[in-house]
Each structure stands twice: as C-alpha cells, then as structure tokens.
C-alpha cells in the first residue's frame, strides 16, 4: 500500500461507545495529523505528532484522545462523544515541521456518526 | 491567526470553459501554499504546492500562482471537464505544523 490509509472509512457509534480509529502512512514522513472536517467549516486541526511526539493539541475535548506508537501509526481513541462529534475525520502526513517539498497527504478520512 | 477566504464558494461553469478558483490569506508570513481536491465523502487529494520563494506551479491542465505580498492565490483549469467537479481547497503553510484552510470552492462543470 502507498499513501496514507485510514480505518474503518465509516463508524456508526453510540454516545457510550469507546471505539478507535486508524491511521497508517507508507511516505516515510515524519509528522502525523488529526483533522476534523464538519459540514459548512473549514478544516480543523486536532492534533500534531512530530517526530511521534505530541506538538499540538488544539484545545480537544478530552473525549479524544490520540496515540503515535510509531512514525507510521496514528490513533484517535473516541470514549463518550456527543452527535455534534458527528463528522469526517481526516489524518495526514508530512516531512518536517513546513511540509517539505511535497506538502501534506492525506487519508481517505473516517465518517463518523454519533447515534 | 491565519484566515483562509475562498471565492467564489461555489459555481457551474459548461464544459470546456476555464475554471478560475481564487484564495486569499491574512499573513503574508507563509511556507508554502497547497491546492488541494476533494470528492463528496471523500479524503483530499493533492493538486499543486508553491514554496513561499516561487509565483506559480503547473501539472497538466492546472496552473496555480502565488502572490505572496498581496496574500493571495489563484488555480486555473483550462478547459473544464465534467471529471473535474469536485471542491478544491486551499491550504496555507504558516508555521511549524500549521496549515489554515479555506472553506473551499465547490465546482460543477456542466456536460
């Protein structure tokens, strides 16, 4: 596989689910991204991973919760989201803190919806 | 805060006509710029990215220009084809890890 691949591409759950979903880049990239993308919005930034260490955690609430085991992983771990949570959740990668000369890649995203 | 605008936020354009997308950002203070392609539902897909030192980048039927110390931005497609509806969104590179997004512009080409 090349590019960036996310899991599951569609995630029904209830408010009392804990659930997780994955992120796995094959770009050899060294920064990992979290992005949520509600309808009528621009792109939010969730969370940052350089060098699989957390740089940015844009003020989420703390029903998410992400992981970097390695510079290829990504995870964002969902407990007791709300239906407003309800959105597409896109990950990307990058090489460096600017992007490199390939900018960012991104997954395929993860359509959650909270019943 | 970078802020990212898009204009228009949506339009139809015939078939074989060219596409002008505009974007405008705050903060001259930019890395690069990124154009990205989005499907319904689906993820983004790279188009076209200028480093902050460049005015513009081609691939095939797009070109994208950058005009950095009026903040602004703009992707042409010559001759549209109806492949080529989709939202195309614009992505500023301002700092360590951070890239701004516009809202998009929403693209249908008519057959």
């Known amino acids: 596989e090349t590019g960036v691949t996310q899991t599951p591409r569609h995630l029904v759950m209830g408010m009392t689910n804990k659930k997780s979903l994955k992120c796995e880049q094959h770009l050899g990239h060294n920064a990992m991204y979290w992005y949520k993308q509600s309808a009528k919005k621009p792109l939010e930034l969730m969370f940052v991973y350089s060098l699989e260490e957390r740089v940015e955690n844009n003020s989420v609430p703390s029903r998410f919760s992400p992981e970097c085991p390695n510079s290829s992983h990504l995870f964002l771990h969902l407990h007791t989201l709300q239906p407003e949570d309800s959105a597409l959740y896109l990950c990307?990668?990058?090489?460096?803190?600017?992007?490199?000369?390939?900018?960012?890649?991104f997954g395929s995203g993860t359509r959650l919806t909270v019943v | 805060k970078q802020e990212v605008t898009q204009i228009p936020a949506a339009l139809s354009v015939p078939e074989g006509e060219n596409l002008v997308l505009n974007c405008s950002f705050t903060d001259s203070a930019i890395y690069n710029l990124q154009w990205f392609r989005q499907d319904p539902g689906k993820g983004l897909t790279s188009l076209l990215l200028?480093?902050?030192?460049?005015r513009e980048q081609t691939s095939g039927r797009l070109n994208a220009s950058l005009d950095k110390s009026s903040g602004r931005s703009t992707l042409y497609i010559a001759a549209s084809q109806p492949g080529d509806s989709a939202t195309y969104l614009c992505a500023v590179h301002y700092g360590n890890n951070r890239l701004a997004f516009g809202k998009g512009n929403q693209v249908v080409v008519i057959p």
């Open positions: 990307a990668s990058s090489q460096g803190a600017t992007g490199g000369i390939l900018g960012y890649t």
């Open positions: 200028i480093q902050s030192s460049q």
